[in-house]
């Protein structure tokens, strides 16, 4: 079972869970904890080889979408957990999209922060390198460059601190079976864009966020129940670089005021 962290409110009753993205850990969340513990019972994951869960040791046939959501799920199982408004970054929203296709009916609503629902020609040319030389560059190199990438700037210096540091405990070779699942997440990214999913959603972006905020624009824009804040001066991981205001936007949706 995946290693998590649970926090109990006085005040809620509801549950939410935080997935992160790829490279990251439930670390990611630090600015969050105390904030929505105020209304909810708050449930960090730390996904398969990421943080403190141990990598599968099998053939890596169990590396896909669904398998790395029913991980998700099993915890919810385990902590008796009936339904819960879930929190991504990153690839982290990959994977609730997924866990939503899979029990509609744990999800109470979703906020994907930096939602990844498609791709722009520059991110697709990150695909595309990362697979060249997934075996010619050293892990720690490789993830570097792509954290700059993905969050340039001096106000994303943060977050690419702390992206850097967790993305030392995960094994080269864990790293290689995420980027095994870029073609299922493109197969996904498009069986979706022609559905609409009836989950209450809200997405979170970073106005700096150049490679996921316009593919987001375009799916809040045709689906129902589903709302947009873009927060100003910040990149793909908003919720550590303007924390303060992350917080307030996500815990009023999930009030629903």
Request: with cysteine; net charge positive.
């Given at each position: 079972?995946?290693?998590?962290?649970?926090?109990?409110?006085?005040?809620?009753?509801?549950?939410?869970?935080?997935?992160?993205?790829?490279?990251?850990?439930?670390?990611?969340?630090?600015?969050?904890?105390?904030?929505?513990?105020?209304?909810?019972?708050?449930?960090?994951?730390?996904?398969?080889g990421?943080?403190?869960?141990?990598?599968?040791?099998?053939?890596?046939?169990?590396?896909?979408?669904?398998?790395?959501?029913?991980?998700?799920?099993?915890?919810l199982?385990?902590?008796?957990?009936?339904?819960?408004?879930?929190?991504?970054?990153?690839?982290?929203?990959?994977?609730?999209?997924?866990?939503?296709?899979?029990?509609?009916?744990?999800?109470?609503?979703?906020?994907?922060?930096?939602?990844?629902?498609?791709?722009?020609a520059?991110?697709?040319?990150?695909?595309?390198?990362?697979?060249?030389?997934?075996?010619?560059?050293p892990?720690?190199?490789?993830?570097?460059?792509?954290?700059?990438?993905?969050?340039?700037?001096?106000?994303?210096?943060?977050?690419r601190?702390?992206?850097?540091?967790?993305?030392r405990?995960?094994?080269?070779?864990?790293?290689?079976?995420?980027?095994?699942?870029?073609?299922?997440?493109?197969?996904?990214?498009?069986?979706?864009?022609?559905?609409?999913?009836?989950?209450?959603?809200?997405?979170?972006?970073?106005?700096?966020?150049?490679?996921?905020?316009?593919?987001?624009?375009?799916?809040?824009?045709?689906?129902?129940?589903?709302?947009?804040?873009?927060?100003?001066?910040?990149?793909?991981?908003?919720?550590?670089?303007?924390?303060?205001?992350?917080?307030?936007?996500?815990?009023?949706?999930?009030?629903?005021?």
């Amino acid at each position: 079972m995946l290693s998590y962290k649970s926090f109990i409110s006085e005040k809620g009753q509801e549950w939410v869970v935080f997935v992160h993205g790829a490279g990251g850990s439930s670390a990611v969340w630090f600015k969050q904890i105390r904030a929505f513990q105020k209304e909810f019972n708050v449930l960090l994951v730390d996904l398969r080889g990421h943080g403190k869960s141990s990598a599968y040791t099998g053939d890596g046939s169990r590396y896909t979408l669904q398998g790395l959501s029913q991980d998700i799920l099993d915890v919810l199982d385990h902590e008796k957990i009936e339904s819960a408004h879930f929190v991504g970054v990153s690839l982290g929203t990959i994977l609730i999209r997924t866990l939503i296709d899979m029990a509609p009916e744990r999800v109470l609503s979703v906020i994907y922060a930096g939602a990844v629902v498609g791709f722009t020609a520059m991110a697709r040319i990150l695909i595309v390198a990362g697979q060249a030389l997934k075996y010619m560059v050293p892990f720690n190199t490789l993830y570097s460059t792509f954290a700059w990438i993905i969050m340039p700037g001096k106000k994303a210096q943060e977050a690419r601190r702390v992206f850097k540091r967790e993305a030392r405990r995960v094994a080269p070779e864990e790293f290689r079976r995420w980027l095994m699942l870029v073609p299922e997440v493109n197969r996904r990214l498009h069986k979706w864009m022609s559905e609409t999913s009836s989950c209450r959603s809200l997405y979170l972006m970073g106005g700096k966020d150049y490679m996921f905020l316009p593919p987001a624009r375009a799916v809040v824009y045709k689906t129902p129940d589903s709302f947009l804040e873009v927060i100003s001066g910040v990149g793909h991981v908003c919720n550590i670089e303007k924390p303060e205001q992350f917080n307030e936007l996500a815990i009023a949706f999930l009030l629903n005021k």
